[in-house]
């Protein structure tokens, strides 16, 4: 039987409601490390210079937890570091609350059938069956973290956002009418979410010591120039510059908490091919 979303945990997401044992149970770690990292982010945005807040967690806030979660337990860096970095790319978590907390734009009125407040799901984030946690190249954000310190934010470089908001658009369209050239549009639209993506690759800043410090300029696609060898090597930029790099896909990272969050399944797809292997399953 699929899971279905739990109607009191949406309203908890949505309305800052949630505790720490669910804040655990969202990012699917004991209640210990998540107070850890609840208490290191408050410490980040604090040392950043945001206003205090409650220890209750509205959306981008649960969204900023599962970044510094998956930076800690993919990248590898320290709870403060992690916390630090995910307080300090408040551009980031905005991002994906676009796509998480997906709301049409555009569109003329009778297009949109959302009741006031609510949130449309075009790339099917959080149906009941999309239960396997795998990555959607069209629309998925990294962070990389380049030598454990130099912060980078890569994202597709068409606007996954407008690209959602057609998906939405066609399959209003298609309810209202269903035509063979609305089919096509939307199939087409689908197959995209698969295809490789071309990427932006920004460095939004460098962490040390507990501390997140932001780029000259965050908003700039190139990143400084760094001399590799003799003069005659043309210089490479600091996104190709390092000894080791980690990536995290934050966007798999906060819909995967979400998804925890509302009550629905989150199901590592290498970790059902090994139990169907063992159970001698093809």
């Known amino acids: 039987m699929m899971a279905k979303v739990d109607a009191c945990r949406e309203i908890a997401w949505h309305e800052k409601m949630k505790t720490d044992l669910g804040i655990a149970d969202a990012l699917e770690c004991d209640v210990a490390m998540a107070r850890e990292i609840v208490d290191a982010l ?14 209750c967690h509205g959306t981008e806030a649960g969204i900023r937890l599962a970044i510094a979660h998956a930076l800690h337990k993919v990248a590898g860096l320290g709870l403060t570091d992690a916390a630090a970095v995910s307080a300090g790319s408040r551009q980031v978590s905005a991002s994906l609350t676009k796509l998480l907390e997906f709301r049409p734009r555009g569109l003329r009125p009778g297009e949109d059938d959302l009741p006031d407040g609510g949130c449309a799901d075009p790339l099917m984030l959080f149906a009941a069956h999309a239960a396997e946690a795998i990555p959607i190249a069209a629309a998925d954000e990294y962070l990389d973290v380049a030598d454990g310190r130099r912060v980078y934010w890569r994202k597709p470089r068409r606007d996954a956002h407008a690209l959602a908001c057609e998906l939405h658009r066609l399959s209003c369209a298609s309810r209202r009418e269903d035509t063979p050239a609305l089919q096509e549009g939307y199939l087409e639209l689908l197959a995209r979410l698969r295809e490789p993506e071309d990427h932006v690759c920004e460095w939004i800043g460098t962490v040390a010591d ?31 510059s390092y000894a ?11 819909r995967a908490m979400k998804r925890r969050a509302l009550g629905l399944a989150v199901v590592d797809p290498l970790k059902m091919s090994a139990i169907r292997k063992g159970k001698g399953q093809p």
């Not at 190139?222 to 490479?236: A, E, K, N, V, W």
């Not at 080791?244 to 906060?254: D, F, H, I, M, R």
Request: no cysteine.
């Open 42 to 55: 408050f410490r980040a945005r604090s040392t950043a210079g945001f206003a205090p807040v409650e220890r």
């Open 210 to 240: 507990g501390r997140f410090h932001p780029a000259p300029d965050r908003f700039s696609e190139r990143s400084p120039g760094m001399r590799q060898g003799p003069s005659d090597i043309p210089l490479r930029s600091f996104a190709e």
């Open 244 to 254: 080791a790099k980690v990536s995290v896909n934050v966007s798999l990272a906060a």
